[in-house]
Protein backbone atom coordinates (compact mmCIF):
# COMPACT_ATOMS: atom_id res chain seq x y z
CA UNK A 1 0.00 0.00 0.00
CA UNK A 2 1.55 3.46 -0.93
CA UNK A 3 0.68 6.86 0.50
CA UNK A 4 1.52 10.12 -1.09
CA UNK A 5 4.57 12.17 0.06
CA UNK A 6 5.65 16.17 -0.56
CA UNK A 7 6.58 16.77 -3.83
CA UNK A 8 4.11 14.21 -5.13
CA UNK A 9 6.14 11.65 -5.25
CA UNK A 10 3.68 8.38 -4.38
CA UNK A 11 6.66 6.54 -2.09
CA UNK A 12 5.15 7.11 1.45
CA UNK A 13 4.76 3.59 2.19
CA UNK A 14 6.32 3.27 5.51
CA UNK A 15 3.33 4.48 7.64
CA UNK A 16 1.59 1.22 6.69
CA UNK A 17 4.85 -1.06 6.77
CA UNK A 18 6.69 -0.11 9.57
CA UNK A 19 3.64 0.53 11.60
CA UNK A 20 1.42 -2.21 11.41
CA UNK A 21 2.96 -4.37 14.12
CA UNK A 22 2.01 -2.00 17.15
CA UNK A 23 -0.63 -2.70 18.67
CA UNK A 24 -3.29 -5.97 17.12
CA UNK A 25 -6.92 -4.94 16.95
CA UNK A 26 -8.43 -1.70 15.14
CA UNK A 27 -11.13 -0.03 16.48
CA UNK A 28 -13.60 1.90 15.36
CA UNK A 29 -13.27 8.73 15.77
CA UNK A 30 -12.21 12.96 15.18
CA UNK A 31 -10.85 11.87 18.85
CA UNK A 32 -7.76 11.26 19.27
CA UNK A 33 -7.70 8.65 16.39
CA UNK A 34 -8.83 11.31 14.07
CA UNK A 35 -6.19 13.35 15.03
CA UNK A 36 -3.74 10.93 14.66
CA UNK A 37 -4.64 10.32 11.34
CA UNK A 38 -4.10 14.39 10.23
CA UNK A 39 -1.25 13.84 12.17
CA UNK A 40 -0.05 10.89 10.26
CA UNK A 41 -1.09 12.51 6.61
CA UNK A 42 0.76 15.62 7.37
CA UNK A 43 4.07 13.23 8.30
CA UNK A 44 3.59 12.00 4.94
CA UNK A 45 3.93 15.07 3.13
CA UNK A 46 6.59 16.86 5.32
CA UNK A 47 10.36 16.55 3.59
CA UNK A 48 13.02 15.07 5.83
CA UNK A 49 13.89 19.09 6.75
CA UNK A 50 10.37 19.88 7.69
CA UNK A 51 10.37 16.69 9.89
CA UNK A 52 13.84 17.49 12.01
CA UNK A 53 12.80 20.83 12.37
CA UNK A 54 9.40 20.07 14.12
CA UNK A 55 10.31 17.04 16.16
CA UNK A 56 13.48 19.47 17.49
CA UNK A 57 10.81 22.28 18.22
CA UNK A 58 8.55 19.69 20.26
CA UNK A 59 11.49 18.44 22.08
CA UNK A 60 11.57 22.51 24.01
CA UNK A 61 8.03 21.82 25.02
CA UNK A 62 7.25 22.74 28.61
CA UNK A 63 5.79 19.44 28.94
CA UNK A 64 8.07 17.32 26.69
CA UNK A 65 9.39 14.93 29.07
CA UNK A 66 5.26 14.07 30.03
CA UNK A 67 3.89 13.91 26.72
CA UNK A 68 6.26 13.37 23.91
CA UNK A 69 8.70 10.86 25.18
CA UNK A 70 7.83 7.70 23.37
CA UNK A 71 6.84 4.88 26.06
CA UNK A 72 10.25 2.27 26.67
CA UNK A 73 7.78 -0.80 24.80
CA UNK A 74 6.65 1.38 21.80
CA UNK A 75 7.49 -1.06 18.97
CA UNK A 76 7.66 0.01 14.91
CA UNK A 77 11.42 1.10 15.51
CA UNK A 78 12.98 5.31 15.40
CA UNK A 79 10.77 5.63 12.28
CA UNK A 80 7.60 4.90 14.21
CA UNK A 81 8.98 6.93 17.55
CA UNK A 82 9.15 9.96 15.39
CA UNK A 83 5.52 9.36 13.84
CA UNK A 84 4.32 9.00 17.56
CA UNK A 85 5.39 12.58 18.71
CA UNK A 86 3.69 14.34 15.80
CA UNK A 87 0.62 12.20 16.09
CA UNK A 88 0.90 13.77 20.41
CA UNK A 89 1.21 16.72 18.99
CA UNK A 90 -2.01 16.49 17.72
CA UNK A 91 -3.66 15.16 20.47
CA UNK A 92 -2.11 17.26 23.45
CA UNK A 93 -4.21 19.94 23.37
CA UNK A 94 -7.05 17.20 24.38
CA UNK A 95 -4.73 15.62 26.90
CA UNK A 96 -4.36 18.56 28.87
CA UNK A 97 -8.02 19.38 29.53
CA UNK A 98 -9.34 20.48 32.61
CA UNK A 99 -5.47 22.03 33.41
CA UNK A 100 -4.15 25.68 33.28
CA UNK A 101 -3.29 24.86 30.08
CA UNK A 102 -7.00 23.92 28.61
CA UNK A 103 -8.10 26.74 26.43
CA UNK A 104 -11.58 25.19 25.94
CA UNK A 105 -13.17 27.57 23.51
CA UNK A 106 -10.24 27.66 21.24
CA UNK A 107 -11.76 24.59 19.53
CA UNK A 108 -14.54 26.08 17.61
CA UNK A 109 -16.73 28.47 16.05
CA UNK A 110 -20.29 28.61 16.30
CA UNK A 111 -21.09 30.11 13.23
CA UNK A 112 -25.05 29.93 13.87
CA UNK A 113 -27.89 27.60 11.38
CA UNK A 114 -31.44 29.26 11.93
CA UNK A 115 -34.97 27.19 11.68
CA UNK A 116 -36.32 29.60 9.55
CA UNK A 117 -35.65 32.85 8.18
CA UNK A 118 -37.97 33.98 10.84
CA UNK A 119 -36.33 32.76 13.72
CA UNK A 120 -33.14 34.71 11.94
CA UNK A 121 -34.09 37.82 12.02
CA UNK A 122 -35.63 37.30 15.62
CA UNK A 123 -32.10 35.56 17.08
CA UNK A 124 -29.31 37.20 14.77
CA UNK A 125 -28.87 40.52 16.80
CA UNK A 126 -28.86 38.61 20.38
CA UNK A 127 -26.19 35.97 19.69
CA UNK A 128 -24.03 36.24 22.26
CA UNK A 129 -21.35 34.06 20.32
CA UNK A 130 -17.82 35.22 19.82
CA UNK A 131 -17.77 34.63 15.74
CA UNK A 132 -14.68 37.45 15.75
CA UNK A 133 -11.67 36.69 12.93
CA UNK A 134 -9.80 39.81 14.35
CA UNK A 135 -7.62 39.12 17.34
CA UNK A 136 -7.76 40.81 20.47
CA UNK A 137 -5.47 43.47 21.76
CA UNK A 138 -2.84 41.82 24.21
CA UNK A 139 -3.80 38.34 23.03
CA UNK A 140 -1.47 35.38 24.02
CA UNK A 141 -1.16 32.08 24.97
CA UNK A 142 -2.60 32.62 28.22
CA UNK A 143 -5.99 34.65 26.82
CA UNK A 144 -8.44 32.14 27.40
CA UNK A 145 -11.65 33.66 25.26
CA UNK A 146 -10.50 32.95 21.45
CA UNK A 147 -12.59 31.07 18.95
CA UNK A 148 -11.05 28.41 16.31
CA UNK A 149 -10.05 31.06 13.84
CA UNK A 150 -8.57 33.52 16.28
CA UNK A 151 -6.37 31.02 18.28
CA UNK A 152 -4.99 29.39 14.96
CA UNK A 153 -4.48 32.92 13.59
CA UNK A 154 -2.35 33.90 16.55
CA UNK A 155 -0.21 30.40 16.75
CA UNK A 156 0.67 30.68 13.17
CA UNK A 157 1.45 34.43 13.47
CA UNK A 158 4.02 33.19 16.73
CA UNK A 159 5.02 30.24 14.92
CA UNK A 160 7.05 32.29 12.53
CA UNK A 161 7.65 35.19 14.95
CA UNK A 162 11.20 36.59 15.75
CA UNK A 163 12.08 36.38 19.10
CA UNK A 164 9.48 34.34 20.09
CA UNK A 165 10.53 31.75 23.15
CA UNK A 166 11.63 27.89 22.22
CA UNK A 167 8.97 26.69 24.46
CA UNK A 168 6.39 29.32 22.93
CA UNK A 169 6.88 28.27 19.33
CA UNK A 170 6.47 23.97 20.74
CA UNK A 171 3.36 25.06 22.47
CA UNK A 172 2.13 26.98 18.75
CA UNK A 173 3.02 23.58 17.40
CA UNK A 174 0.68 21.48 19.11
CA UNK A 175 -1.91 24.17 19.39
CA UNK A 176 -1.48 24.11 15.15
CA UNK A 177 -1.54 20.47 14.97
CA UNK A 178 -5.13 20.09 16.73
CA UNK A 179 -6.63 22.67 16.04
CA UNK A 180 -6.07 22.53 12.63
CA UNK A 181 -7.29 19.07 13.09
CA UNK A 182 -10.65 20.67 14.57
CA UNK A 183 -11.72 22.53 12.44
CA UNK A 184 -12.09 20.81 9.59
CA UNK A 185 -14.72 18.49 11.75
CA UNK A 186 -18.03 19.96 10.44
CA UNK A 187 -19.62 20.33 14.05
CA UNK A 188 -16.55 22.81 15.14
CA UNK A 189 -18.07 25.02 13.08
CA UNK A 190 -21.23 25.05 13.19
CA UNK A 191 -24.28 25.18 15.79
CA UNK A 192 -28.13 25.10 15.37
CA UNK A 193 -30.11 28.25 17.08
CA UNK A 194 -33.60 28.61 17.92
CA UNK A 195 -35.70 30.77 19.66
CA UNK A 196 -37.01 28.34 22.52
CA UNK A 197 -35.25 25.32 22.59
CA UNK A 198 -31.96 26.60 21.81
CA UNK A 199 -31.59 30.22 21.92
CA UNK A 200 -27.56 29.69 23.03
CA UNK A 201 -26.90 27.21 20.41
CA UNK A 202 -26.93 22.81 20.67
CA UNK A 203 -22.92 23.10 21.22
CA UNK A 204 -22.44 22.45 18.20
CA UNK A 205 -24.74 19.18 17.77
CA UNK A 206 -24.08 18.59 21.56
CA UNK A 207 -27.48 18.63 22.46
CA UNK A 208 -28.89 16.88 19.92
CA UNK A 209 -29.74 13.44 20.70
CA UNK A 210 -29.43 10.30 17.95
CA UNK A 211 -30.57 6.93 18.00
CA UNK A 212 -28.00 4.37 17.80
CA UNK A 213 -28.12 0.17 18.31
CA UNK A 214 -26.06 -0.69 21.32
CA UNK A 215 -27.01 3.11 23.13
CA UNK A 216 -27.79 6.84 22.00
CA UNK A 217 -25.20 9.05 21.59
CA UNK A 218 -25.72 12.48 20.32
CA UNK A 219 -24.64 14.49 16.58
CA UNK A 220 -21.31 15.82 18.06
CA UNK A 221 -20.54 12.62 18.58
CA UNK A 222 -21.66 10.52 15.72
CA UNK A 223 -19.03 13.03 13.50
CA UNK A 224 -15.98 12.89 16.53
CA UNK A 225 -16.12 9.48 16.40
CA UNK A 226 -15.94 8.55 12.63
CA UNK A 227 -12.16 6.97 13.22
CA UNK A 228 -12.83 5.27 16.25
CA UNK A 229 -11.98 5.55 20.10
CA UNK A 230 -8.43 4.74 20.42
CA UNK A 231 -6.88 6.97 22.58
CA UNK A 232 -3.18 5.56 21.47
CA UNK A 233 -1.47 5.24 17.99
CA UNK A 234 -2.11 1.67 17.13
CA UNK A 235 -2.57 -0.31 14.05
CA UNK A 236 -5.84 0.32 13.43
CA UNK A 237 -5.30 3.68 12.86
CA UNK A 238 -2.23 3.79 10.83
CA UNK A 239 -4.22 1.55 8.47
CA UNK A 240 -6.53 4.47 8.23
CA UNK A 241 -3.97 6.77 7.25
CA UNK A 242 -2.61 4.94 4.99
CA UNK A 243 -6.09 3.78 2.86
CA UNK A 244 -7.11 7.32 2.55
CA UNK A 245 -4.30 7.95 1.12
CA UNK A 246 -4.09 5.25 -0.92
CA UNK A 247 -6.97 6.83 -2.83
CA UNK A 248 -5.90 9.15 -5.59
CA UNK A 249 -9.16 11.22 -5.44
CA UNK A 250 -8.73 12.13 -1.59
CA UNK A 251 -4.70 12.23 -2.43
CA UNK A 252 -5.75 14.91 -5.32
CA UNK A 253 -8.21 16.96 -2.89
CA UNK A 254 -5.53 17.33 0.08
CA UNK A 255 -3.26 18.94 -2.62
CA UNK A 256 -5.99 21.03 -3.89
CA UNK A 257 -6.54 22.23 -0.34
CA UNK A 258 -3.47 23.08 -0.04
CA UNK A 259 -3.06 25.49 -1.77
CA UNK A 260 -5.97 27.73 0.55
CA UNK A 261 -4.64 28.28 4.00
CA UNK A 262 -6.49 30.63 5.59
CA UNK A 263 -9.15 29.51 8.70
CA UNK A 264 -11.46 31.46 7.54
CA UNK A 265 -11.94 29.73 4.41
CA UNK A 266 -11.57 25.75 6.41
CA UNK A 267 -14.75 27.04 8.73
CA UNK A 268 -16.51 28.30 5.68
CA UNK A 269 -15.83 25.02 4.08
CA UNK A 270 -16.90 23.12 7.48
CA UNK A 271 -19.95 25.45 7.90
CA UNK A 272 -21.34 24.58 4.41
CA UNK A 273 -21.04 21.08 5.24
CA UNK A 274 -22.83 21.75 8.88
CA UNK A 275 -25.90 23.38 7.00
CA UNK A 276 -25.84 20.41 3.68
CA UNK A 277 -24.72 17.50 5.47
CA UNK A 278 -24.53 17.33 9.12
CA UNK A 279 -27.82 19.15 10.18
CA UNK A 280 -29.70 16.66 7.80
CA UNK A 281 -33.79 18.04 7.01
CA UNK A 282 -34.99 15.14 9.51
CA UNK A 283 -32.68 16.51 12.41
CA UNK A 284 -33.73 20.21 11.81
CA UNK A 285 -37.36 18.62 11.46
CA UNK A 286 -36.63 17.32 14.94
CA UNK A 287 -35.59 20.16 16.63
CA UNK A 288 -38.98 22.42 15.15
CA UNK A 289 -41.48 19.69 16.70
CA UNK A 290 -39.29 19.92 19.98
CA UNK A 291 -39.81 23.47 19.95
CA UNK A 292 -43.64 23.04 20.62
CA UNK A 293 -42.39 22.17 23.94
CA UNK A 294 -38.85 23.18 24.93
CA UNK A 295 -39.30 22.19 28.50
CA UNK A 296 -39.55 18.19 27.24
CA UNK A 297 -36.25 16.11 26.37
CA UNK A 298 -35.83 15.81 22.40
CA UNK A 299 -36.50 12.33 21.88
CA UNK A 300 -33.94 10.28 20.12
CA UNK A 301 -33.54 10.77 16.47
CA UNK A 302 -32.94 7.78 13.73
CA UNK A 303 -30.67 9.11 11.10
CA UNK A 304 -31.58 8.51 7.17
CA UNK A 305 -29.92 4.62 5.96
CA UNK A 306 -27.46 6.87 3.84
CA UNK A 307 -26.26 9.03 6.49
CA UNK A 308 -23.17 7.13 7.88
CA UNK A 309 -22.15 6.54 4.52
CA UNK A 310 -21.65 10.21 3.49
CA UNK A 311 -20.67 11.40 7.17
CA UNK A 312 -17.65 8.98 6.48
CA UNK A 313 -17.02 10.48 2.91
CA UNK A 314 -17.21 13.75 4.47
CA UNK A 315 -14.89 12.99 7.39
CA UNK A 316 -12.48 11.03 4.94
CA UNK A 317 -11.74 14.06 3.02
CA UNK A 318 -11.53 16.63 5.76
CA UNK A 319 -8.67 14.68 7.68
CA UNK A 320 -7.06 14.37 4.10
CA UNK A 321 -6.96 18.12 3.57
CA UNK A 322 -6.25 18.75 6.83
CA UNK A 323 -3.30 16.67 6.74
CA UNK A 324 -2.17 18.46 3.66
CA UNK A 325 -2.99 21.70 5.05
CA UNK A 326 -1.16 21.16 7.97
CA UNK A 327 2.30 19.84 6.76
CA UNK A 328 2.16 23.44 4.56
CA UNK A 329 2.00 25.50 8.26
CA UNK A 330 4.86 23.24 9.66
CA UNK A 331 7.00 23.84 6.38
CA UNK A 332 6.56 27.40 7.57
CA UNK A 333 8.96 26.62 10.74
CA UNK A 334 12.17 28.96 10.08
Known amino acids: MRLAR ?20 PVSAWWDSGHRIVALVAWSQMSPAVRSRVLAALGHHPQAREYFTPPPKLQGGIEFQRQWIISQAAVWSDLVRKTDRDRPTWHYINRPVFLS ?23 SLATR ?3 VIQALTFCRKRLVARGGSQAERALCITWICHLVGDVHQ ?36 VWDGQFGGSRTLESGVVRRAASLL ?16 GAETWVEESHQLARKVVYHPVILDAIRRAERDPGQPIPPITL ?12 GRRVVE ?8 LSQLP
Open 6 to 25: AGNRPIVWMLSAALLAVLPS
Open 117 to 139: ATERKILSTKLKVNVATALPADV
Open 145 to 147: ELN
Open 186 to 221: PCHSTATFSTRRFPAGDRGGNDIPIARAGGDTNLHM
Open 246 to 261: ADPRLVAAGQRAAKRL
Open 304 to 315: PRNYPGRAAAVA
Open 322 to 329: AGFRLAKL
